[in-house]
């Protein structure tokens, strides 16, 4: 992840924390993912249309059990922890929803 983050930060990629994506916007035409919906704050949002790409990063599933159940089995649902409160997949699921692979 370091590894990831220096050459994001060389190439001047713009990386924003503590933000909450809620949608993503696709091109009816190509299908190409090219903005995303982001809360940064209560009731305050912002949309972001990409230049070149959108770059996703939503952490794991192991707050939802139903989207592990999906991917994984029983067993693994079942070792669901508190500790991974807030990983949910959102994204993971916002893209199943608009087609993305």
């Known amino acids: 992840m370091k590894a990831l983050h220096k ?6 990629v713009k990386m924003l924390f503590k933000h909450k994506a809620v949608d993503i916007y696709r091109d ?10 982001v809360r940064v704050k209560r009731g305050e949002y912002v949309n972001f249309m990409a230049k ?9 599933t192991l707050d939802n059990p139903m ?6 089995s ?3 649902a079942s070792l ?22």
């Open 80 to 101: 669901c922890v508190p500790e991974a409160r807030g990983h949910t997949g959102e994204m993971i699921k916002a893209l199943m929803r608009i087609g993305v692979p």
């Open 74 to 76: 029983y067993r693994h």
């Open 52 to 60: 070149k790409a959108v770059v996703l990063a939503s952490g794991a």
């Open 7 to 12: 050459a994001a930060q060389e190439a001047r």
């Open 67 to 72: 989207l592990v159940w999906e991917f994984g």
């Open 28 to 37: 009816p035409t190509s299908g190409r993912v090219v903005g995303v919906k």
